[in-house]
């Protein structure tokens, strides 16, 4: 049996699980399925990364013990893999003993081994924001978070000769091409290494920080958060720097088969990662796979935003099997993406609803109907069905491929190639003519044919929807997901009972309410109160580091080493073009009603100055009555896609006041203008 060892971040417990989390869990989870559909010996681990700066503060706004806090939260994800059907085989906590201990024990072998030495990290210290800055990034001399004078310290801290490694991890990368993926990042990593990488400051006092791993060695501090979490890919299958000490399966399964991780920890695991290998003398995984990053309808994540592609909402409103399709069809793994609501809706329909969910119903329907509700026998083979046969085929083996490479859209893409084929296949050969015509044994052959696709389909789709996958099975007179015979059109048994029952994927005609409203109180929100950009990371390349030795921050931004516990990014600064492109005008609100289908959204008649008015959905139904609108001036954003909120078209946006908590005020004009006018 081939070891098939995969992982996922590690994810910080500093606020709850998102979109984000979901998506590199359930991608990790759909090759781990395949895998272990596949006969290969699986081990998925996830997890938590709880200590570090982030997570203190975090726990102290909650005014929780840190342990406390970590104990809440890391539930909060270990639930989140169930709502989203992720079937893992560990989860590790980072304040686990089984972690820490470890941890301790690495520290103290590569200290003793010389690879761990104590030297000064001096810099501007903010007393306020609790933390080093670099010259340039200081404001008038003064930090740039709180305003308040910083002071030089010099502080004595422990570092990692990183830098005495880079040497074997750039020959390690030249000699396997498949090491960092996809291709078009490798260059990221490789740029940062033809320069000196530094070594790593691993360690942070503990009268600045004490939420940490104790230095067996000086316990006076703790360990940088970085060291320790990355150990957990290791510490979690029973690895110890003696090896008499290593769990059973160890060996067995390291080196991993694959990290997935987003672009935005990149740098980390491919230098800081590989050369704390390199210095325990164990190989790299074989493959580091940074995969892209989601926006949320064309925006940055925020908080508010994170509201509604909520995992929680998502599953309640669409279901997990049609969510983890969508996240895995919609972008190819490796690029960046946006989550819309309406692209969600297009690709449910188009995919499940039409393309599968049509030809599985119909397929199972005429056979209930005209062949005694059994699988059919297959008779001698045209050359469409000889075109068909071929094409399965064709298809079980790049699937196959696609998927062993993580290329999950393009194997669900091949997949659906096949779909669309038989769905035409169903209307050229007319099997209802075939009845009408009493051509039994041809009518039996082409819908076994159909049957037969649907079969292919289901198998291959089981690692991303395993539970319609299953469901269709039924359907097909089959015990379970049988996964043999991939590609072929002859996989059936003939005489099996078959049930068309009711259809796999129902269409969607809108936008679920819960959605709908959720999506409109969000942009209104949005709209109001820019949220800072924070949520969500934009992917850093690595960056050279400075000359050693490198302090990086406690957050998963320093791919960017910097000096300790480096800036949490404010609301992210855009060009005057960004703001340019968006054409606020201001508008007379005509009329008002409540949405017929939503309690939180009005339906207004807005005259932007327009040969017509426009209608325009607004989540202001929870401060407004509609007719204290009715006269009013609001600001509108007059160039936002018209998207559809419960089955009403929405041709702009209106901006209210207010934050996360809801809408407090309109934005308005402080003088009668006409409507149409220009605001910026
Ligand atoms: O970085 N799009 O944890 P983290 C795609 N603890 N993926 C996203 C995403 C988005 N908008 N937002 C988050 C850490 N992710 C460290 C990791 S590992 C030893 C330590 C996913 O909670 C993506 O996988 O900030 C990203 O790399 C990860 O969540 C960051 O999670």
Same mark, same amino acid.
């Given at each position: 049996?081939?070891?098939?060892?995969?992982?996922?971040?590690?994810?910080?417990?500093?606020?709850?699980?998102?979109i984000?989390?979901a998506y590199?869990s359930i991608?990790?989870d759909v090759?781990?399925?395949?895998?272990?559909?596949?006969?290969?010996?699986?081990?998925?681990?996830?997890?938590?990364?709880?200590?570090?700066?982030?997570?203190?503060?975090?726990? &102290?706004?909650?005014?929780?013990?840190?342990?406390?806090?970590?104990?809440?939260?890391?539930?909060?994800?270990?639930?989140l893999?169930?709502v989203v059907g992720v079937?893992?085989?560990?989860?590790?906590?980072?304040?686990?003993?089984?972690?820490?201990? #470890? =941890? +301790? &024990?690495?520290?103290?072998?590569?200290?003793?081994?010389?690879?761990?030495?104590?030297?000064?990290?001096?810099?501007?210290?903010?007393?306020?924001?609790?933390?080093?800055?670099?010259?340039?990034?200081?404001?008038?001399?003064?930090?740039?978070?709180?305003?308040?004078? !910083?002071?030089?310290?010099?502080?004595?801290?422990?570092?990692?000769?990183?830098?005495?490694? %880079?040497?074997?991890?750039?020959?390690?990368?030249?000699?396997?091409?498949?090491?960092?993926?996809?291709?078009?990042?490798?260059?990221?990593?490789?740029?940062?290494?033809?320069?000196?990488?530094?070594?790593?400051?691993?360690?942070?006092?503990?009268?600045?920080?004490?939420?940490?791993?104790?230095?067996?060695?000086?316990?006076?501090?703790?360990?940088?958060?970085?060291?320790?979490?990355?150990?957990?890919?290791?510490?979690?299958?029973?690895?110890?720097?003696?090896?008499?000490?290593?769990?059973?399966?160890?060996?067995?399964?390291?080196?991993?088969?694959?990290?997935?991780?987003?672009?935005?920890?990149?740098?980390?695991?491919?230098?800081?990662?590989?050369?704390?290998?390199?210095?325990?003398?164990? /190989?790299?995984?074989?493959?580091?796979?940074?995969?892209?990053?989601w926006?949320?309808?064309?925006?940055?994540?925020?908080?508010?935003?994170?509201?509604?592609v909520d995992p929680h909402l998502l599953v309640r409103a669409y279901g997990a099997e049609a969510l983890r399709y969508f996240l895995m069809r919609e972008?190819?793994?490796?690029?960046?993406?946006?989550f819309?609501h309406? &692209?969600f809706?297009?690709r449910y329909?188009?995919?499940l609803?039409?393309?599968?969910?049509?030809?599985?119903?119909?397929?199972?329907?005429?056979?209930?109907?005209?062949?005694?509700? !059994?699988?059919?026998? $297959?008779?001698?083979?045209?050359?469409?069905?000889?075109?068909?046969?071929?094409?399965?085929?064709? !298809?079980?083996?790049?699937?196959?491929?696609?998927?062993? %490479?993580? +290329?999950?859209?393009?194997?669900?893409?091949?997949?659906? /190639? $096949?779909?669309?084929?038989?769905?035409?296949?169903?209307?050229?050969? &007319?099997?209802?003519?075939?009845?009408?015509?009493? +051509?039994?044994?041809?009518?039996?052959?082409?819908?076994?044919?159909?049957?037969?696709?649907?079969?292919?389909?289901?198998?291959?789709? %089981?690692?991303v929807c395993?539970e319609k996958?299953?469901? $269709?099975?039924?359907?097909?007179?089959?015990?379970?997901? #049988?996964?043999?015979?991939?590609?072929?059109?002859?996989?059936?048994?003939?005489?099996?009972?078959?049930?068309?029952?009711?259809?796999?994927f129902?269409?969607l005609?809108?936008?679920p309410?819960?959605i709908?409203?959720?999506?409109?109180? *969000? $942009?209104?929100?949005?709209?109001? *109160?820019?949220?800072?950009?924070?949520?969500?990371?934009?992917?850093?390349?690595?960056?050279?580091?400075?000359?050693?030795?490198?302090?990086? /921050?406690?957050?998963? #931004?320093? %791919? =960017?080493?910097?000096?300790?516990?480096?800036?949490?990014?404010?609301?992210?600064?855009? /060009?005057?073009?960004?703001?340019?492109?968006?054409? @606020?005008?201001?508008?007379? #609100?005509?009329?008002?009603?409540?949405?017929?289908?939503?309690?939180?959204?009005? !339906?207004?008649?807005?005259?932007?100055?327009?040969?017509?008015?426009?209608?325009?959905?607004?989540?202001?139904?929870?401060?407004?009555?509609?007719?204290?609108?009715?006269?009013?001036?609001?600001?509108? =954003?007059?160039?936002?896609?018209?998207?559809?909120?419960?089955?009403?078209?929405?041709?702009?946006?209106?901006?209210?006041?207010?934050?996360?908590?809801?809408?407090?005020? @309109?934005?308005?004009?402080?003088?009668?203008?006409?409507?149409?006018?220009?605001?910026?």
């Amino acid at each position: 049996m081939r070891s098939f060892y995969i992982t996922t971040p590690i994810y910080y417990v500093n606020d709850k699980p998102h979109i984000g989390h979901a998506y590199t869990s359930i991608a990790a989870d759909v090759l781990a399925r395949w895998h272990r559909l596949s006969g290969d010996d699986v081990w998925m681990l996830t997890g938590t990364d709880e200590h570090g700066q982030k997570v203190l503060r975090s726990a &102290a706004a909650r005014g929780l013990s840190p342990q406390a806090h970590c104990d809440e939260l890391s539930v909060a994800f270990r639930e989140l893999l169930a709502v989203v059907g992720v079937q893992n085989d560990d989860f590790i906590r980072t304040t686990e003993p089984r972690h820490s201990t #470890v =941890v +301790q &024990a690495t520290l103290q072998h590569l200290f003793e081994q010389g690879d761990i030495y104590a030297a000064d990290y001096e810099g501007w210290y903010s007393t306020a924001a609790e933390r080093f800055w670099t010259e340039k990034d200081l404001v008038d001399g003064k930090c740039p978070d709180s305003g308040l004078p !910083v002071e030089w310290v010099t502080e004595k801290n422990w570092f990692f000769r990183m830098s005495k490694y %880079a040497d074997q991890l750039r020959a390690w990368i030249d000699a396997n091409p498949g090491f960092l993926a996809p291709e078009s990042r490798k260059n990221e990593v490789l740029g940062a290494l033809r320069k000196d990488i530094g070594d790593l400051c691993i360690s942070r006092p503990k009268e600045r920080m004490s939420w940490g791993i104790e230095l067996p060695f000086d316990r006076d501090y703790v360990t940088y958060v970085w060291f320790d979490a990355l150990l957990n890919y290791v510490t979690a299958i029973g690895y110890h720097p003696d090896p008499a000490k290593r769990g059973p399966d160890f060996a067995r399964r390291w080196p991993a088969s694959y990290h997935l991780v987003g672009k935005d920890i990149l740098a980390t695991h491919s230098i800081y990662w590989s050369t704390m290998l390199f210095a325990l003398g164990l /190989e790299p995984a074989r493959c580091l796979y940074a995969h892209g990053w989601w926006m949320v309808e064309g925006r940055k994540m925020s908080k508010t935003l994170g509201n509604v592609v909520d995992p929680h909402l998502l599953v309640r409103a669409y279901g997990a099997e049609a969510l983890r399709y969508f996240l895995m069809r919609e972008i190819p793994f490796g690029g960046d993406g946006d989550f819309s609501h309406q &692209a969600f809706l297009t690709r449910y329909n188009a995919d499940l609803a039409n393309d599968l969910g049509n030809l599985a119903h119909r397929s199972l329907s005429m056979t209930e109907k005209w062949l005694g509700a !059994v699988v059919p026998a $297959l008779d001698a083979s045209t050359p469409a069905d000889l075109a068909l046969e071929a094409l399965a085929e064709q !298809v079980a083996t790049g699937f196959r491929a696609a998927i062993e %490479a993580a +290329q999950l859209g393009r194997a669900l893409e091949l997949l659906w /190639e $096949l779909v669309r084929a038989a769905n035409k296949y169903v209307d050229t050969e &007319a099997p209802w003519a075939l009845n009408r015509n009493g +051509q039994t044994e041809r009518l039996a052959g082409v819908l076994r044919r159909c049957l037969e696709v649907c079969r292919v389909a289901a198998v291959h789709l %089981a690692p991303v929807c395993p539970e319609k996958s299953a469901e $269709l099975c039924r359907k097909l007179g089959l015990q379970g997901v #049988v996964f043999a015979d991939h590609g072929s059109l002859n996989g059936l048994r003939a005489g099996a009972p078959v049930l068309a029952g009711e259809p796999l994927f129902p269409r969607l005609l809108e936008l679920p309410e819960e959605i709908a409203s959720t999506l409109a109180a *969000a $942009l209104a929100a949005e709209a109001a *109160a820019p949220a800072p950009v924070k949520a969500s990371k934009p992917a850093p390349s690595p960056k050279p580091s400075p000359s050693s030795p490198t302090m990086s /921050e406690n957050t998963s #931004v320093d %791919a =960017v080493p910097a000096a300790p516990d480096a800036p949490a990014p404010g609301p992210a600064l855009i /060009e005057y073009d960004d703001f340019a492109k968006i054409a @606020l005008r201001t508008g007379d #609100v005509l009329a008002a009603a409540r949405h017929p289908k939503a309690d939180r959204l009005l !339906v207004l008649t807005i005259d932007l100055g327009e040969p017509e008015p426009r209608t325009i959905v607004a989540g202001l139904a929870s401060t407004y009555a509609p007719e204290a609108l009715v006269g009013q001036t609001v600001v509108v =954003v007059a160039n936002l896609k018209p998207i559809k909120l419960r089955g009403v078209m929405s041709h702009g946006m209106v901006l209210a006041v207010g934050g996360d908590a809801g809408v407090q005020a @309109l934005a308005t004009a402080s003088a009668k203008v006409g409507p149409g006018t220009v605001v910026r």
